[in-house]
């Protein structure tokens, strides 16, 4: 079974308003998680680096004021898109590090994001 | 930036063994090996990883060069729900290298 659920798995909301997508670790405790963002037919796109009880690291081109990332738990990390505009509909994906040594990776269902 | 390169696309016979390449000639010494598969519209499935040994799951086998600068991915029995997109990722487990970057992966569709 998931070890990383996401929710919700889809959401529609409409331009300016904001939208939270939560990640959760299910049977472990994830210290780091990260937040990916994947177009149709394209690959996945690393946008930060969630570390528990501290800010996140965002990669180059990524506003960190639109994309609000909160890890406030060991088993919970939330991305907030805010004011949403139609381009920032994607697929949006989460991952979690399982294991002191940091050698598996599991990732959520993902959730699809639709701003109209 | 990926650190890898793999074919865009590959074919395979339901039933036969699927062999997936991947290049990784800078990989540095504490790099493992790892890959992943994206089904359509589902997030990536961990496959397996490797450092330098050879290594084997109930999914997949994992065969590294002796220099470490390319890898094979085999599927023994490929079956039509194999059908994904393969992704061939270097990863540090500690430090800045730690983060899982995707490049663009092998395309592979497993036919009748």
């Known amino acids: 079974g998931a070890v990383v659920s996401q929710h919700p798995s889809w959401v529609i909301c409409k331009s300016g308003t904001s939208v939270k997508i939560e990640c959760r670790s299910l049977d472990f405790q994830a210290t780091t998680m990260f937040w990916y963002r994947q177009f149709p037919k394209q690959s996945l796109m690393l946008m930060a680096t969630s570390n528990e009880g501290s800010k996140a690291t965002y990669e180059q081109g990524v506003e960190k004021d639109k994309f609000l990332i909160n890890h406030a738990s060991l088993t919970l990390s939330t991305l907030t898109v805010t004011s949403a505009h139609p381009e920032d509909s994607s697929f949006y994906i989460c991952s979690a590090v399982r294991g002191s040594s940091g050698n598996t990776i599991y990732f959520g269902e993902g959730s699809w994001l639709t701003v109209v | 930036d990926a650190k890898t390169t793999q074919p865009p696309s590959m074919d395979c016979a339901e039933g036969r063994a699927a062999n997936l390449p991947c290049n990784h000639s800078?990989?540095?010494?504490?790099?493992?090996v790892y890959w992943y598969r994206q089904i359509h519209s589902q997030g990536p499935q961990y496959i397996i990883h490797g450092l330098k040994n050879n290594e084997t799951n109930e999914m997949a086998s994992l065969i590294i060069t002796e220099d470490r600068k390319s890898s094979t991915l085999i599927l023994p029995h490929a079956t039509l729900r194999d059908t994904a997109v393969y992704y061939c990722?270097?990863?540090?487990?500690?430090?800045?290298?730690?983060?899982?970057?995707f490049g663009t992966g092998t395309r592979l569709q497993v036919t009748l």
């Open positions: 800078t990989i540095s010494g504490n790099e493992y």
């Open positions: 990722i270097v990863r540090a487990h500690t430090g800045t290298a730690s983060k899982l970057t």
